[in-house]
């Protein structure tokens, strides 16, 4: 993303911070070659980006500070290791492949809609599908597919009788429909309409007469 956030020593911090799991400003200051008064100064400006969080004596790299390692590194091993470090954090089942596309649809999304990196949390992917599923259906297959997975993990779902889940909503009619689910016919999507749904309603309802 062609935006000046970080200045490079703190670039460089964060790209250290993505290959170690937790460290302290001394040992980073070893590491870095960076004066420790400087990567202290560096680590708290960091923090108050929420992009890392202190732990104990030392500090460690937030899902956010994760994203960010992605979009604005330069070093495609820095930039693969956040991703995979991110696919943990998010504790996302699909493949790494599937959410790099997600983010790199997200990118996009975030210049068309001209929307500030910085504006979004990330730590959560509650942020990112609050942000994209109003408009999920400009998405590719793909990356339609990673919101569904993220959704099913976070949403309570049903269980309809052929075994397939859905994370249930109504139409403005008042029509039931599966706002993402994994079927057994055709896989995790969203905005899935079926028979089955409308049936397993109606049961219910006449359950409760």
Known sequence: ???????????????????????TSYKLSKISE??????????????SLN?????????LITPRGLVFAYYLSKKQSVRFQALQRLKEAWKYDGSTEELKGFLDALSDFLKKYEISLISICFNQPLSVISLMLPRAKELDESSQRVLARFMMKMFPTVTLPNGCKAIISFDENGEPYA??????????????RCSLISKYFKTVEAKKQ
């Open 1 to 23: 993303m062609a935006i000046k956030i970080l200045d490079d020593r703190e670039m460089e911090v964060l790209e250290l911070l993505v290959t170690l799991s937790y460290v």
């Open 34 to 47: 960076i004066p420790t008064a400087s990567v202290w100064r560096i680590l708290i400006r960091l923090k």
């Open 51 to 59: 992009l890392v969080a202190k732990q104990n004596k030392g500090f």
């Open 179 to 192: 706002l993402a689910t994994d079927c057994k016919e055709e896989g995790v999507h969203i905005f899935h």
